[in-house]
């Protein structure tokens, strides 16, 4: 089947399986690879996009419930060669180790500091509850968020 | 996934259309979150032959209140369960859809979609139990609606006949202290070993308390105000625990005692 959605602002067209996830559509079909495909049942986070501005995990969309929808995935967030502050941040703060759970961290915190410009730690915790970081570098990804908060 | 068997999708616009689907198609799998039937697609434990997409229809999106009667609509999500206008109504339920899974999940989860899957852990099941909350569900032949306890049949076994969806969920706010309690390894991302909510009703001079994943439904306990010190013992008494990977039924049977005493402290305190 085909859909036609809007992804990092542009129109995209893809021709699916009806039982494919939005990640392997971003992935295989679109060619954003930037959202990780690891756990495939929403508990690692590592394929966070956002689906109409609102935080999901990729893998548990059905492609075709995006049909006609707005995705913003990691690779959206930068403004050409412009880092985006949060991914500035991240770098910054050395929050990066594997980088596997890199980009699903960077947009959970694009929605937690768009939604929450200034958060304390618990909101932190709360808010990246569903991300994981195999490192467990989370000390260095709670500076790189704060940095962010800063930067505003 | 080049080699799956091909998958019809249908995205109904209304839920008429939607009904005429659920019958037509006994075997396609109706998806509205995703965040229990994509979990089965991707690692292959289901290959229904068609999906039904009920994201876009209106009539199951958000709730409403009126004459003392909250309506939720099947697609209800977790992370709207939460926002504060609704979250003063069915105060336990707002805390209960906080402990599910991530932001992530939240967004996507949906009560019906915990209906639909009757586990006997659905964080949703017992707030909404406490409250006698009963369930509409519809088909090309009618509405039906039933109480949650009848609705809610076994471990993934709820009420619907093929043709049925789940629509939504009404009750009358009891006003009461309420609270909700979970045991797990973790505050987010976890099944719960046992859950528990409490709501003291003092119009109704009772307290009622709801308990999941400790019997193969989430079951109902009730008992007059002056008497609500029982409590914990009668959630001990009435539940039904199983040992398996998470805990043991003893510890899900000791740790409902503890939730409910300390359940009762803080709606009683309030």
């Known amino acids: 089947m085909k859909i036609a959605l809007t992804v990092n602002g542009e129109r995209r067209e893809a021709d699916l399986w009806g039982g494919e996830s939005l990640l392997t559509m971003l992935r295989d079909t679109l060619e954003l690879p930037g959202s990780k495909n690891a756990c495939e049942q929403g508990e690692c986070g590592s394929c966070s996009v956002l689906l109409d501005g609102e935080l999901v995990c990729s893998c548990l969309v059905l492609a075709a419930q995006a049909d006609g929808h707005e995705i913003v995935t990691v690779e959206g967030l930068a403004s050409g060669d412009e880092l985006h502050p949060v991914q500035r941040a991240f770098v910054d703060a050395g929050a990066v180790q594997c980088g596997f759970c890199t980009p699903g961290l960077v947009v959970a915190v694009t929605d937690l500091l768009a939604r929450t410009p200034d958060p304390g730690d618990d909101e932190i915790r709360e808010a990246l509850s569903g991300n994981l970081c195999r490192c467990t570098g989370y000390a260095k990804i709670f500076d790189a968020v704060r940095l962010a908060a800063e930067g505003r | 996934m080049c080699l799956s068997s091909p998958v019809d999708v249908h995205t109904p616009r209304t839920l008429d259309e939607a009904l005429e ?226 805990a043991t039924a003893a510890y899900r049977r000791h740790s409902l005692r503890v939730l409910a005493s300390r359940a009762l402290e803080r709606c009683l305190r309030s």
């Open chain 2, 21 to 246: 689907l659920k019958a037509a198609l006994p075997e396609a799998r109706f998806v509205q979150g995703g965040t229990d039937v994509m979990v089965e697609l991707n690692f292959g434990r289901s290959r229904p032959p068609a999906l039904v997409n009920l994201a876009e229809l209106d009539e199951l999106r958000g709730w409403s209140s009126e004459d003392g009667e909250l309506r939720l609509g099947a697609g209800l999500t977790y992370t709207e369960a939460m926002r504060p206008e609704l979250a003063e109504l069915v105060p336990a339920l707002a805390e209960a859809a906080r402990t599910v899974g991530s932001p992530q999940i939240r967004n996507r989860g949906t009560v019906g979609g915990n209906l639909g899957t009757a586990s006997p852990a659905g964080d949703a099941l017992p707030p909404l139990l406490a409250e006698g909350a009963l369930v509409d569900v519809a088909s090309v032949r009618g509405v039906r609606t039933l109480p949650l306890d009848e609705f809610l049949l076994g471990v993934k076994r709820n009420a619907l006949e093929p043709d049925e969806l789940v629509t939504a969920v009404r009750l009358a706010p009891s006003g009461g202290p309420q609270t909700f309690m979970k045991v797990g390894p973790r505050n987010a991302m976890v099944i719960a070993i046992c859950s528990l909510a409490v709501i003291v009703d003092a119009a109704a001079g009772e307290v009622r308390a709801s308990f999941g994943s400790a019997a193969t439904t989430a079951r109902r306990v009730t008992v007059p105000l002056a008497e609500a010190a029982a409590l914990p013992e009668r959630v001990a008494d009435a539940a039904a625990p199983i040992d398996d990977v998470r």
